[in-house]
T-cell receptor
Framework: KNQVEQSPQSLIILEGKNCTLQ??????????LRWYKQDTGRGPVSLTI?????NTKSNGRYTATLDADTKQSSLHITASQLSDSASYIC???????????FGTGTRLQVFP | DTEVTQTPKHLVMGMTNKKSLKCEQH?????MYWYKQKAKKPPELMFV???????INESVPSRFSPECPNSSLLNLHLHALQPEDSALYLC?????????????FGQGTRLTVV
């Protein structure tokens, strides 16, 4: 069964600190993996998208890694800001389908 | 322009009403999607349109009726909804429907059924 699991479920950090979110997937055949940021009640916004051959991709203070052998990905946030408070969703697509498989998200809260 | 625009942002409707949600994109994308998202849950796929034709219907009740008038527009017609249909409805688009390309989401319509 195609699944995407994320950890932790929720995370609280202080402003300026770094954090890492985890994503494990069992989607096959793998096409690509995306990280989205979603503010409460708003649509998801893409942070990164990585294919099988990419190990790391950065978008400002966000850096995603992908290990296609172990089927794991991480999202590292550097020097967190209050505006980083949101849900971060790991999404995987399988080849030859029109569907995205969503993880349940990590709820991040950044406090001053 | 990398925007997917959804209207209205908020909608309250009675169970006997008929309303429509609208979605628009001008990125030349040929695939458009409707998702339903309940609080603290991931989005659930409802419909996929590829090249203006319905390609996926995830066994959605007939009280939800999608329509794709042209390649830039996607509508979701609502009729005789139930309170449990209250949710955030998200529209998304991608260049093609094979999910190898970036998917852009709209800001959503917050629907409340009373």
């Amino acid at each position: 069964k195609n699944q995407v699991e994320q950890s932790p479920q929720s995370l609280i950090i202080l402003e300026g600190k770094n954090c890492t979110l985890q994503c494990n997937y069992t989607v096959s055949p793998f096409s690509n993996l995306r990280w989205y940021k979603q503010d409460t009640g708003r649509g998801p916004v893409s942070l990164t998208i990585m294919t099988f051959s990419e190990n790391t991709k950065s978008n400002g203070r966000y850096t995603a890694t992908l290990d296609a052998d172990t089927k794991q990905s991480s999202l590292h946030i550097t020097a967190s800001q209050l505006s980083d408070s949101a849900s971060y969703i790991c999404v995987v697509s399988a080849r030859l389908t029109d569907k995205l498989i969503f993880g349940t998200g990590t709820r991040l809260q950044v406090f001053p | 322009d990398t925007e997917v625009t959804q209207t209205p942002k908020h909608l309250v409707m009675g169970m006997t009403n008929k309303k429509s949600l609208k979605c628009e994109q001008h990125m030349g994308h040929r695939a458009m999607y409707w998702y339903k998202q309940k609080a603290k849950k991931p989005p659930e796929l409802m419909f996929v349109y590829s090249y203006e034709k319905l390609s996926i219907n995830e066994s959605v009740p007939s009280r939800f009726s999608p329509e794709c008038p042209n390649s830039s527009l996607l509508n979701l017609h609502l009729h005789a909804l139930q309170p449990e249909d209250s949710a955030l409805y998200l529209c998304a688009s991608s260049q093609y429907g094979d999910m190898n390309t970036e998917a852009f989401f709209g800001q959503g319509t917050r629907l409340t059924v009373v």
